[in-house]
């Protein structure tokens, strides 16, 4: 997701303007160019500004609330706990594989991070999105884990004592509306395996996009706009972290090929 920036030149700026946008950037929102842009930070997060935003858009979204949340998470982690190796795990860190935004805007803490590829799900445009970068006139997409083929991530280690304050942070980001199925996943490097928490989407929820076009999936990233910045921005974001890591995901190249020479052409 888009990160906001406040850049405080020698131009003529006095103190006021300069509070007023240290404000800004503190409560996670800035003004760019006459709009306002939300920067998702971590005490963006916390403050439970997210669920505001959904809740005062009035879209006929049911937001989950802190109980539902905290409960989400009870359960994931009650899953884990299965098995012989109940009383090791309970105590043990949690891993979080990462697909999309959280790969270069992670907002949680983390004591390490590896590269790990999971099977059975692949990376997708499926989610559309209302608010945060589309509007209702016009949504946005973004990404989710769907079923089938394999996916090229990062995960990241919370250390135990951190686990439950984290994922509440991380909770209150993805699982916003309920669209994601939080699950365990198996993460594979080489001869490394180890489980980490996925978000994949939720085929029950109403903004799952189906089956939709190639076409359609190029337009909505090429045009759409929200809260939290453009479809574009979001898509380059992906690619050029991916990139950092080494990971080469060429459906991702291709979209981000077409949807700068959409936009290209409706300049």
Same mark, same amino acid.
């Given at each position: ?41 971590? %005490?963006? !997060? ?5 669920? *505001?935003? &959904? +809740?005062? @858009?009035?879209?006929?979204?049911? /937001? ?100 439950? %304050?984290? !994922? ?5 980001? *993805?699982? &916003? +509306?309920? @669209?994601?199925?939080?699950?365990? /996943? ?82």
């Amino acid at each position: 997701m888009t990160i906001a920036w406040v850049f405080v030149k020698n131009a003529g700026i006095t103190p006021s303007a300069v509070t007023n946008a240290l404000r800004l950037l503190i409560d996670g929102c800035v003004m760019s160019d006459g709009q306002g842009i939300i920067a998702l930070t971590r %005490a963006y !997060l916390e403050s439970r500004k997210l669920q *505001e935003l &959904v +809740v005062q @858009s009035g879209l006929d979204l049911r /937001v989950l609330n802190e109980t539902e949340l905290e409960q989400s998470i009870q359960d994931i982690l009650k899953q884990r706990l299965r098995g012989a190796q109940r009383q090791r795990r309970s105590h043990s860190d949690v891993w979080i594989f990462a697909y999309g935004s959280l790969i270069w805007n992670p907002t949680v803490k983390f004591s390490d991070h590896r590269v790990g590829t999971i099977y059975g799900w692949h990376r997708r445009f499926c989610l559309w999105t209302p608010l945060g970068r589309g509007t209702p006139e016009n949504p946005g997409l973004m990404l989710g884990l769907d079923r089938g083929g394999s996916c090229r991530g990062i995960a990241y280690r919370i250390p135990a004592e951190d686990i439950l %304050a984290e !994922l509440l942070i991380l909770w209150r980001r *993805e699982m &916003v +509306v309920g @669209s994601y199925t939080p699950r365990w /996943v198996k993460v594979v490097d080489g001869k490394d395996r180890w489980d980490a928490i996925a978000f994949t989407i939720n085929h029950s929820h109403v903004m799952y996009t189906g089956n939709i076009s190639n076409e359609v999936v190029v337009n909505s990233l090429a045009t759409a706009h929200g809260k939290l910045g453009t479809c574009a921005d979001y898509l380059v974001h992906t690619v050029d972290g991916l990139m950092k890591y080494g990971i080469c995901d060429k459906p991702l190249l291709k979209l981000k090929e077409q949807v700068m020479a959409q936009q290209l052409l409706t300049q």
